[in-house]
């Protein structure tokens, strides 16, 4: 609509000129492909699982494991120093779920000490 002659258009617009208005239609061909998407069996399943995997592990290692910062300066360093977190973090959940399923820690030691060896090989 022209606001000419419209009492009101002075306290809604203060430019000079008459307003213009840019539709950018291929961006809204992406949010029209990206709504599909979300909204299809698969993307409702996948946003299901989204939220909770990586959340938890977030969870612990800020508040049980007091990991809030990291311990070095450089982006090589910041990720070998999360890498060392992340290998330590999934051997504790490893851990755990052996001892879960009733197997003491000498099993446990001899897993981590296969995979050990398993890994040098490669």
């Known amino acids: 609509k022209r606001c000419e002659g419209c009492p009101l258009r002075g306290s809604c617009f203060k430019a000079r000129g008459n307003r213009i208005i840019e539709v950018n239609h291929r961006l809204n061909q992406y949010k029209r492909q990206a709504r599909e998407r979300l909204l299809s069996e698969e993307g409702i399943k996948h946003r299901g699982r989204r939220c909770i995997e990586p959340e938890a592990v977030f969870g612990q ?12 300066v450089g982006e090589d360093k910041v990720t070998m120093d ?41």
Do not use: P
């Open 61 to 72: 290692m800020k508040y049980n494991m007091t990991y809030r910062r990291f311990r070095h």
């Open 82 to 122: 999360f890498a060392f977190f992340a290998i330590a973090f999934n051997i504790k959940k490893m851990c755990a779920k052996l001892i879960k399923e009733g197997k003491g820690l000498i099993t446990v030691a001899k897993c981590m000490r296969k995979k050990q060896h398993s890994q040098k090989k490669i």
